[in-house]
């Protein structure tokens, strides 16, 4: 929306009074402001030309008022709004703009982002020896103990449009060696931002999962100084910053600087890299940061137009993609309901809350070592890696004989038949489960060619989500947080419990540092900072300049305590270790085991179960026989919307909330007798919060009482969001008798 009637960060409300159209008769919805006459007109052409089996009409009254009717194709009976055609009207592209569908993994990580934030405080810090300032660290595990986090509110919005507060995102540093002018600085990265259609894009979750790419965005670049804030300071503030997903901009830079004294000079400064995991992996912050690199050294603009391939070519090959293979491969490969997926045995709380990180290292010898081993037999570091995760998991069982066990393998997607995809930083990775039986009394090198050859038979469907291999299973939806030991429930996601991660070498190209070395710039590697990764363990290994292994695990204080976690890492590196001693084809895996047959199993505490909340919650009890608002709570209402609508709401209506868990039918008895006789029913939602109404009122009992009203609004911050849906139910309210 681009007039002068649309400010930026407005947010559109439409009201639906669904009553019972005749067959083939048109849905009728009205747009509330802000919208001009020519940016409704520019809705409804959209809405015509991307939905060609609907009749698009449009009455404009005045600005902010205007009466579009859907005439749907003939069917036999009312015909509901598609989920695409409702997230059209609800939330226009911008000018521009494109839009494209949200899938696999990165449906998986936005859903994660939108889900109702816990109390636990996600506060990050990097260990001791990275993190010299930093006076809250306590040991190397960089665990903290702090508070934060935070609710819904009063109204119970299920859930966060800023993605921030609950630690869904990434945190990159590193000390900038030489010169740096900032002017410079910042023009290379807005020159990468007018490059990379990923840096213009962001998320629109109002009906349907979708990305959507803007023409035109801004770099965002902050500089602090250390004296008015400390690095540990600066970690904890970026991180409950957060995003606001729905506006472009998913990656943000914060140069803290230091000023010099005759006692001392100043310390290099230092760049903080925050970004989303739902719009970019790691290695696609790299190829990213190689562009700035490469805008850098030219004086702070990037060479040649934006990139292609990109994110809009991957949408297009994935969209043509046959499921064939995939459907037989996982018919067969799904996880069994026994199949082990927890590092460590049954235990009670851990008394910790927020990441912990763990680092250590193989000596380049030792890496050498494990790489011959491993070659030898046909395989390469990472399956050594796995299959000595797959020991350890099988340890925790605390069984005798072959037992399935389960855990996460992250995939690049990059390595697919689409030409230039290794170059896109996209959020193209993804983690797959990879399943193995482990047999003590079998070969070590049986185990080793069977995680081989899973991770190539994965490898060819890096795509796959967890939502689609459970369709292609037959199963049901995962479950968050699977049983209360050690195995799986029935068809449990293994890459909720362990993810482990192999990355490749993540280094400049040597003709651009020799370039930067010129003019006095010595390139750092960016080192990670603990972040929450949705799961109890993350295990990272890649080679470091030195040519040995680097091990980095960021486990969940809460599930691993400290000590715990510390000794899941130290036994996952003795048997790296051990492994390239058993050089006999006979040796088997039960005789690598036994190095650990001194050290104790860890302990794992159970998820927490969810805290029981009402169906129904009576947010003001307004007059006796006033009409009835119904707020609907869904995941990814933005956070605090509903609190401002009803704190400023001066009508008499009732206003009442209800959780919807994706059963239409469900609340049906509650609404029911939350509205009482006579009275009318208004069900109102902000984002998805609309469309969990509008498939509310599709199921209500219209002869049981008057026809609910429905009011709906995009997605923005909670003020814009609150004024909207006020907007829509104005325009609906009719006085108490």
Same mark, same amino acid.
């Given at each position: 929306?681009?007039? /002068?009637?649309?400010?930026?960060?407005? %947010?559109?409300?439409?009201?639906?009074?669904?009553? #019972?159209?005749?067959?083939?008769?048109?849905?009728?919805?009205?747009?509330?402001?802000?919208?001009?006459?020519?940016?409704?007109?520019?809705?409804?052409?959209?809405?015509?030309?991307?939905?060609?089996?609907?009749?698009?009409?449009?009455?404009?009254?005045?600005?902010?008022?205007?009466?579009?009717?859907?005439?749907?194709?003939?069917?036999?009976?009312?015909?509901?709004?598609?989920?695409?055609?409702?997230?059209?009207?609800?939330?226009?592209?911008?000018?521009?703009?494109?839009?494209?569908?949200?899938?696999?993994?990165?449906?998986?990580?936005?859903?994660?982002?939108?889900?109702?934030?816990?109390?636990?405080?996600?506060?990050?810090?990097?260990?001791?020896?990275?993190?010299?300032?930093?006076?809250?660290?306590?040991?190397?595990?960089?665990?903290?103990?702090?508070?934060?986090?935070?609710?819904?509110?009063?109204?119970?919005? @299920?859930?966060?449009?800023?993605?921030?507060?609950?630690?869904?995102?990434?945190?990159?540093?590193?000390?900038?060696?030489?010169?740096?002018?900032?002017?410079?600085?910042?023009?290379?990265?807005?020159?990468?931002?007018?490059?990379?259609?990923?840096?213009?894009?962001?998320?629109?979750?109002?009906?349907?999962?979708?990305?959507?790419?803007?023409?035109?965005?801004?770099?965002?670049?902050?500089?602090?100084?250390?004296?008015?804030?400390?690095?540990?300071?600066?970690?904890?503030?970026? /991180?409950?910053?957060?995003?606001?997903?729905?506006?472009?901009?998913?990656?943000?830079?914060?140069?803290?600087?230091?000023?010099?004294?005759?006692?001392?000079?100043?310390?290099?400064?230092?760049?903080?890299?925050?970004?989303?995991?739902?719009?970019?992996?790691?290695?696609?912050?790299?190829?990213?940061?190689?562009?700035?690199?490469?805008?850098?050294?030219? *004086? *702070?603009?990037?060479?040649?137009?934006?990139?292609?391939?990109?994110?809009?070519?991957?949408?297009?090959?994935?969209?043509?993609?046959?499921?064939?293979?995939?459907?037989?491969?996982?018919?067969? =490969?799904?996880?069994?309901?026994?199949?082990?997926?927890?590092?460590?045995?049954?235990?009670?709380?851990?008394?910790?809350?927020?990441?912990?990180?763990?680092?250590?290292?193989?000596?380049?010898?030792?890496?050498?070592?494990?790489?011959?081993?491993?070659?030898?037999?046909?395989? =390469?570091?990472?399956?050594?890696?796995?299959?000595?995760?797959?020991?350890?998991?099988?340890?925790?069982?605390?069984?005798?004989?072959?037992?399935?066990?389960?855990?996460?393998?992250?995939?690049?997607?990059?390595?697919?038949?689409?030409?230039?995809?290794?170059?896109?930083?996209?959020?193209?990775?993804?983690?797959?489960?990879?399943?193995?039986?482990?047999?003590?009394?079998?070969?070590?090198?049986?185990?080793?060619?069977?995680?081989?050859?899973?991770?190539?038979?994965?490898?060819?469907?890096?795509?796959?989500?967890?939502?689609?291999?459970?369709?292609?299973?037959?199963?049901?939806?995962?479950?968050?947080?699977?049983?209360?030991?050690?195995?799986?429930?029935?068809?449990?996601?293994?890459?909720?419990?362990?993810?482990?991660?192999?990355?490749?070498?993540?280094?400049?190209?040597?003709?651009?540092? @020799?370039?930067?070395?010129?003019?006095?710039?010595?390139?750092?590697?960016?080192?990670?900072?603990?972040?929450?990764?949705?799961?109890?363990?993350?295990? #990272?290994?890649?080679?470091?300049?030195?040519?040995?292994?680097?091990?980095?695990?960021?486990?969940?204080?809460?599930?691993?305590?400290?000590?715990?976690?510390?000794?899941?890492?130290?036994?996952?590196?003795?048997?790296?270790?051990?492994?390239? @001693?058993?050089?006999?084809?006979?040796?088997?895996?039960?005789?690598?085991?036994?190095?650990?047959?001194?050290?104790?199993?860890?302990?794992?505490?159970?998820?927490?179960?969810?805290?029981?909340?009402?169906?129904?919650?009576?947010?003001?009890?307004?007059?006796?026989?006033?009409?009835?608002?119904?707020?609907?709570?869904?995941?990814?209402?933005?956070?605090?919307?509903?609190?401002?609508?009803?704190?400023?709401?001066?009508?008499?209506?009732?206003?009442?909330?209800?959780?919807?868990?994706?059963?239409?039918?469900?609340?049906?008895?509650?609404?029911?007798?939350?509205?009482?006789?006579?009275?009318?029913?208004?069900?109102?939602?902000?984002?998805?919060?609309? /469309?969990?109404?509008?498939?509310?009122?599709?199921?209500?009992?219209?002869?049981?009482?008057? =026809?609910?009203?429905?009011?709906?609004?995009?997605?923005?911050?909670?003020?814009?969001?609150?004024?909207?849906?006020?907007?829509? %139910?104005?325009?609906?309210?009719?006085?108490?008798?």
């Amino acid at each position: 929306m681009s007039s /002068r009637y649309a400010p930026r960060g407005a %947010v559109l409300a439409v009201v639906h009074e669904p009553g #019972t159209p005749p067959a083939g008769g048109p849905l009728v919805l009205e747009l509330c402001g802000p919208l001009g006459p020519a940016d409704a007109e520019g809705v409804a052409a959209r809405l015509a030309q991307r939905h060609r089996a609907f009749d698009v009409a449009l009455d404009s009254h005045r600005p902010g008022r205007h009466t579009l009717r859907l005439t749907p194709p003939a069917a036999p009976g009312p015909v509901p709004l598609p989920a695409e055609l409702l997230a059209d009207v609800l939330a226009p592209p911008p000018p521009g703009g494109e839009v494209l569908p949200v899938t696999g993994h990165q449906q998986t990580l936005l859903i994660a982002a939108l889900a109702p934030a816990g109390t636990t405080d996600h506060t990050s810090h990097t260990d001791c020896t990275d993190c010299t300032d930093c006076t809250d660290c306590t040991d190397s595990t960089g665990g903290t103990d702090s508070t934060g986090g935070g609710d819904g509110g009063a109204g119970g919005d @299920g859930g966060d449009s800023t993605g921030g507060g609950d630690g869904q995102l990434e945190q990159l540093y590193w000390d900038w060696s030489g010169p740096l002018d900032v002017a410079r600085f910042a023009a290379a990265w807005q020159s990468v931002v007018d490059r990379e259609s990923v840096l213009r894009a962001c998320f629109d979750w109002v009906a349907a999962p979708r990305l959507v790419l803007h023409a035109r965005a801004d770099a965002d670049i902050a500089v602090h100084s250390r004296t008015a804030v400390t690095w540990a300071q600066l970690l904890r503030r970026d /991180r409950a910053r957060g995003f606001a997903l729905h506006r472009p901009g998913l990656l943000r830079l914060t140069l803290l600087r230091g000023a010099s004294s005759a006692a001392a000079p100043a310390p290099p400064p230092r760049v903080l890299l925050t970004y989303h995991p739902a719009l970019l992996d790691e290695r696609g912050v790299h190829l990213l940061l190689r562009e700035f690199y490469r805008a850098y050294a030219a *004086g *702070g603009v990037l060479p040649g137009g934006e990139r292609r391939p990109d994110l809009r070519d991957h949408a297009r090959w994935l969209a043509g993609q046959s499921t064939d293979a995939a459907r037989q491969l996982w018919a067969r =490969a799904v996880p069994p309901r026994h199949a082990v997926t927890r590092p460590g045995r049954p235990g009670g709380r851990t008394g910790q809350h927020g990441p912990g990180l763990l680092h250590t290292r193989l000596r380049a010898a030792q890496t050498f070592r494990l790489r011959s081993w491993a070659a030898l037999r046909g395989a =390469a570091e990472s399956s050594a890696l796995h299959l000595v995760w797959a020991l350890l998991l099988y340890r925790a069982a605390d069984v005798h004989g072959p037992l399935p066990v389960s855990f996460g393998v992250q995939l690049s997607g990059r390595d697919i038949a689409l030409p230039g995809a290794a170059g896109i930083p996209g959020p193209l990775d993804g983690p797959l489960p990879m399943t193995v039986t482990v047999d003590p009394d079998e070969p070590l090198t049986g185990l080793l060619h069977q995680v081989r050859d899973t991770l190539l038979d994965l490898a060819a469907y890096p795509w796959a989500g967890a939502e689609s291999i459970r369709a292609w299973s037959g199963g049901p939806p995962f479950p968050s947080g699977s049983g209360s030991g050690l195995f799986t429930d029935t068809f449990a996601d293994p890459c909720a419990e362990t993810l482990v991660r192999f990355e490749g070498p993540l280094l400049l190209p040597q003709a651009l540092r @020799g370039e930067l070395a010129a003019q006095g710039i010595d390139v750092q590697s960016p080192r990670t900072a603990a972040g929450v990764t949705g799961r109890p363990l993350t295990l #990272t290994a890649r080679h470091d300049t030195e040519g040995g292994l680097a091990l980095s695990a960021v486990h969940d204080r809460a599930r691993l305590a400290d000590e715990d976690a510390a000794a899941l890492h130290a036994q996952c590196v003795r048997l790296l270790g051990a492994l390239p @001693g058993h050089r006999d084809a006979a040796a088997t895996a039960g005789q690598l085991l036994d190095v650990l047959a001194r050290a104790a199993v860890p302990r794992m505490a159970r998820p927490a179960p969810p805290p029981p909340r009402p169906a129904l919650s009576v947010l003001r009890p307004g007059h006796p026989h006033a009409d009835v608002i119904c707020l609907v709570v869904v995941p990814g209402v933005p956070r605090g919307s509903y609190d401002l609508f009803v704190r400023g709401h001066r009508g008499p209506e009732k206003i009442v909330a209800v959780h919807v868990d994706g059963a239409p039918g469900a609340p049906q008895a509650v609404l029911h007798q939350a509205r009482g006789p006579g009275r009318r029913l208004v069900l109102c939602g902000c984002g998805p919060g609309g /469309r969990a109404a509008y498939e509310l009122a599709q199921h209500m009992p219209y002869a049981t009482g008057p =026809a609910p009203a429905v009011v709906m609004t995009g997605i923005g911050d909670a003020a814009a969001s609150a004024a909207a849906l006020a907007r829509g %139910v104005r325009s609906v309210l009719t006085p108490p008798p």
